[in-house]
């Protein structure tokens, strides 16, 4: 399953690092963050809740850049 | 601008005011270094701050951490001045930056918006606005001049002339009368419009359209992945480099060459490392070239689905083009009336008569041709013979229309046509009287689309058509088109392509441009399959990589041209970025660079990199 969220970041390396911070989540299959658009597209694995996976991807996000937020 | 960008220029100019006065207050010690704090906190509290949180996350190569590592070694060597501006200068590069792209942001979606707000629909002999969303199939929505059809539908009530370059990029108006179909996304010019929707708002044009753009982003290109990983290594790398720099020079001075290891100096070249480590200018610049090329095609109805796509475009070096639709019209006309004795439209007359009971596309053709209204009680006795023609009479003259068959069988002397297509020869009153030639008519650009290509750098153009030799050859040789595949069915098409792909370089890539209709397989298997005339078309749109708009053929060298003027300025930012900062690394560890140029090679080159990425977006006069 894909879903789209919208985030706030300011640097673009800070969202390439928050692309990283996601696709290494438990529960993410893939993920990608388009800073142009401010988007992050996040693909889970089979049987995951988006809703708990998608605390976790915030979580491990603002360790790596505490300034950004995803709007859930 | 916004309010953090605001609060963030107020400190740049406090700051900078504050270091010019200190610059001629006559203090010294550490009197002028507490002085010079009022500044470097003014304008690099928050970064301190962020850099501080980052040790606590282990974020080590975080840039916050590199500047607060360079400015306050800095200051600690006694340069407060050079620590304070760096920051100041940092500060500077990244209220530009985000400024940049907050606008061009802005500017890019403002192009691509043409998402309607609202929906008129007549309630009680009044209009009332609802939200597009909430109108049901086969309601009736009313559009003034000057707004946007919001749903697709068919006109049931009114004229008027349609603006479709939000959709195509074409500024030529349409005419729309009752009964015809319209898209959403047009705006309507003159006169109020009644349509009937035969679509729901999520499945009309302007929907998916808006949904495929706003998602093109999700595939990145090859340079995109480059640099995010480039970026990866780079940064520990200047700062392991950093850390050497700082250490083992002054070591082999003081064991191996009895000089003074003179710490300050190394550790100076090493803090310059630090600030030249961010990688800010390439990790923005390249995602917003591209962000920019898709927004800048989309707006002349060039709709791309990725970044990586623009890339593959830009690479193509063949093209291959299926025929019907594509670089003809896939309709057919009238395109010759010969060896006639009777004036051309008197012939055409009696043929669109004979034929008017048919609806063989060619009878159709004919009675287009002819081009007005069929008094259909002036034929009688008409005969079909079924894969001959039409014998009638026409106000009681007896009129033959068909192929050769036909003639032979009335024993009438034809002539043969040499001209390619399809030929309706004509007997009346027993006689022949010459013939009418259909053909399907080439698209009006498609013979400057394929000399455009050639000169965009396409070395190969192959076409592919179900049609007969004949005329696949004819229309191939007209065109300039240098390799041709005739009598193809829609498998067959997949595995010619299959073969070209085969036997080609794998950095030569193949783009085959179709309309959408059966070739859906071979736009998937190409390396980069381009859809043409695909409005109101869904299949197309879903499985081509890039859209056309409209029919027009041109857009296809366009596109290529706007893929490749994206790539080399992605290009150039990649070389710049990376060339400059490699400079300044070694002029900085050979001691020739100061932290100014520093700060040049990465809030200069940054600036320089963004505003030449917002070039992409200018592509109209490609």
Redesign the interface.
């Known amino acids: 399953m894909k879903k789209t969220y919208k985030i706030d970041v300011d640097c673009a390396n800070c969202a390439n690092k928050m692309e990283d911070a996601a696709k290494n989540t438990a529960g993410v299959k893939d993920a990608t963050v388009n800073f142009m658009t401010l988007k992050m597209i996040v693909e889970f694995e089979d049987g995951q809740e988006p809703k708990a996976v998608m605390q976790e991807v915030l979580k491990n996000c603002k360790k790596v850049e505490d300034d950004c937020e995803i709007f859930l | 601008m916004n309010k953090k960008q605001k609060k963030v220029l107020i400190r740049i100019i406090i700051a900078f005011v504050l270091l010019v006065l200190l610059r001629f207050l006559p203090v010294d010690g550490y009197l002028r270094m507490a002085l010079y704090m009022i500044p470097y906190l003014v304008i690099g509290y928050d970064i301190l701050k ?1 850099a501080f ?2 040790i606590m ?1 282990r ?1 080590v190569f975080d ?1 916050n951490f590199l500047m607060a590592v360079a400015t306050i070694g800095a200051i600690a060597l006694g340069d407060y001045q050079e620590g304070t501006a760096v920051m100041l200068f940092y500060q500077i590069g ?1 209220l530009f ?2 400024y940049a ?1 907050g606008k061009s ?1 802005r500017n ?1 979606s403002e192009l691509m918006d043409i998402r309607p707000d609202y929906a008129n629909i007549q309630q009680d002999g009044k209009l009332e606005k609802v939200d597009p969303d909430e109108v049901e199939i086969g309601t009736i929505i009313v559009v003034q001049p000057g707004e946007k059809i919001p749903i697709d539908g068919m006109i049931e009530e009114g004229n008027s002339t349609l603006n479709t370059s939000a959709l195509t990029g074409e500024s030529l108006p349409r005419d729309a009368k009752v009964g015809d179909e319209v898209i959403s996304g047009c705006i309507n010019m003159t006169g109020v419009l009644k349509i009937r929707t035969t679509k729901e708002f999520g499945e009309s044009t302007v929907s998916k359209i808006l949904d495929l753009v ?2 093109s ?2 595939k ?1 290109s090859r340079s995109e992945n480059f640099i ?1 990983k480039f ?2 290594y780079y940064t520990p790398a200047v700062c392991y480099s950093a850390l050497a720099l700082a250490i083992i020079p002054p070591f082999c001075r003081m064991l191996f060459m009895g000089l003074s290891p003179e710490w300050g100096d190394w550790i100076y070249r090493a803090l310059t490392f630090l600030v030249i480590s ?3 200018a390439l ?2 610049s390249i ?2 070239s ?2 920019a090329g898709i927004g800048g095609a989309s707006n002349q109805g060039v709709l791309v689905k990725g970044s990586n796509y623009l890339e593959t475009l830009s690479q193509t070096k063949i093209v291959v083009f299926d025929k019907t639709g594509t670089m003809t019209k896939g309709v057919f006309e009238v395109s010759g009336i010969h060896h006639n004795e009777m004036e051309d439209a008197k012939l055409l007359e009696y043929a669109a008569y004979a034929e008017c009971s048919s609806s063989h596309p060619i009878s159709k053709s004919l009675q287009k041709a002819y081009g007005r209204p069929i008094d259909r009680s002036r034929v009688t006795d008409i005969e079909e013979i079924s894969g001959n023609g039409v014998i009638a009479k026409v106000d009681g003259v007896s009129v033959a229309a068909g192929n050769a068959k036909l003639m032979n069988r009335l024993g009438i002397a034809y002539k043969e046509c040499h001209h390619v297509g399809t030929v309706v020869h004509m007997a009346v009153d027993g006689k022949y009287a010459g013939h009418i030639l259909i053909s399907d008519i080439i698209k009006p650009h498609a013979k400057e689309a394929i000399e455009n290509l050639k000169k965009a750098g396409i070395t190969r153009t192959v076409m592919l058509t179900g049609d007969g030799k004949k005329v696949a050859e004819s229309v191939a040789a007209d065109l300039g088109i240098g390799e041709v595949h005739s009598e193809l069915l829609p498998a067959d098409k997949v595995s010619r392509v299959e073969e070209l792909l085969a036997n080609k370089s794998e950095k030569e890539k193949l783009a085959f441009v179709g309309d959408g209709i059966n070739d859906a397989p071979v736009l998937s298997r190409a390396d980069i399959g381009i859809a043409m005339g695909a409005l109101g078309s869904d299949a197309a749109i879903e499985a081509a990589d890039v859209v056309l708009m409209d029919d027009d053929p041109l857009k296809i060298g366009k596109a290529i041209r706007i893929a490749k003027k994206c790539m080399r300025i992605v290009y150039e930012n990649i070389y710049f970025a990376i060339g400059v900062k490699l400079i300044c690394l070694i002029l900085g560890a050979l001691g020739i660079a100061n932290m100014w140029i520093a700060i040049f090679a990465d809030v200069g080159v940054m600036v320089l990199a963004v505003l030449n990425a917002i070039r992409t977006l200018f592509v109209k006069n490609l």
Do not use: D, T, W, Y
Request: proline letters at 7%; one cysteine or more; glycine letters at 4%.
């Open positions: 962020k949180k980052g996350n974020q840039e990244e930056q985000s792209v942001r890019i706003e998602n982003s999700s990145k995010s970026a990866k961010c990688p800010c990790v923005i995602p917003l591209f962000f």
